[in-house]
């Protein structure tokens, strides 16, 4: 049973375009929501995160809208750069637990 | 500032060899965790820590086993090595104000 669902897979974004990443969830124990981004040969690095109790939350390009009643996220990379092209994780773990649950990752691909 | 180092990077195995897997962390972190990441599949948390002496199974534990005698390291070992194990291993480590997790560069492992 996979507790968060990534979509979509694999996704291709012009230079200067707008990424979007979605994740829902089932349990609604989850009380933290990473984002991680991962280049090829190097282990996952956090890139920003979020609670449930904020909608939405800014860090440079990167934006994570938060949707607790449809238990859905998203992550938005705006003005998308060839350096964005790596493979992004979203995340959920329950509070006290130590046990990060994990999306199966999109593979953004940023032309030129 | 070396962060999440592990050891070795590369490692091809005969299946039922045993070999164990390094990770050691500067940061003084007291939780450290042990995830694998297969293709298309996110990462799975094999096992975790919280301090020295105190270890607990994560998602998929079977045919693994951990250590942690101090805080900087927490090798993980593979008794029997099968196909199935065929994997890139990641360790991590934070503290326990942060949730999210800093992340070493993995170490690729083939069972043949």
């Known amino acids: 049973q996979q507790q968060v669902k990534q979509s979509p897979q694999s996704l291709i974004v012009q230079k200067g375009g707008i990424s979007i990443i979605n994740c829902a969830y089932e349990?609604?124990?989850?009380?933290?929501f990473p984002w991680y981004q991962q280049f090829p040969g190097k282990g996952p690095a956090l890139l920003i995160a979020?609670?449930?109790?904020?909608s939405e939350k800014k860090e440079g390009r990167f934006t994570i809208s938060f949707n607790k009643s449809a238990k859905q996220f998203s992550l938005h990379i705006m003005d998308s750069q060839p350096g964005d092209s790596a493979t992004y994780f979203c995340?959920?773990?329950?509070?006290?637990?130590?046990?990060?649950?994990f999306g199966k990752g999109t593979k953004l691909t940023v032309n030129p | 500032n070396a962060g999440v180092t592990q050891t070795p990077k590369f490692r091809i195995l005969k299946i039922g060899q045993s070999m164990t897997l390094q990770c050691t962390q500067d940061?003084?972190?007291?939780?450290m965790y042990w995830y694998r990441q297969d293709p298309g599949m996110g990462l799975k948390l094999i096992y975790y820590?919280?301090?020295?002496?105190?270890?607990d199974k994560g998602e998929v534990p079977n045919g693994y086993n951990v250590s942690r005698s101090t805080t900087e390291d927490f090798p993980l070992r593979l008794e029997l090595a099968a196909p199935s194990q065929t994997s890139v291993y990641f360790c991590?480590?934070?503290?326990?104000?942060?949730?999210?997790?800093?992340f070493g560069d993995g170490t690729r492992l083939s069972i043949l």
């Open positions: 991590a480590s934070s503290t326990r104000t942060v949730q999210p997790q800093h």
């Open positions: 349990n609604t124990a989850f009380d933290y």
């Open positions: 979020i609670r449930p109790d904020v």
């Open positions: 995340a959920a773990i329950v509070g006290g637990s130590e046990k990060l649950v």
């Open positions: 940061m003084n972190h007291n939780y």
């Open positions: 820590s919280v301090g020295a002496g105190i270890t």
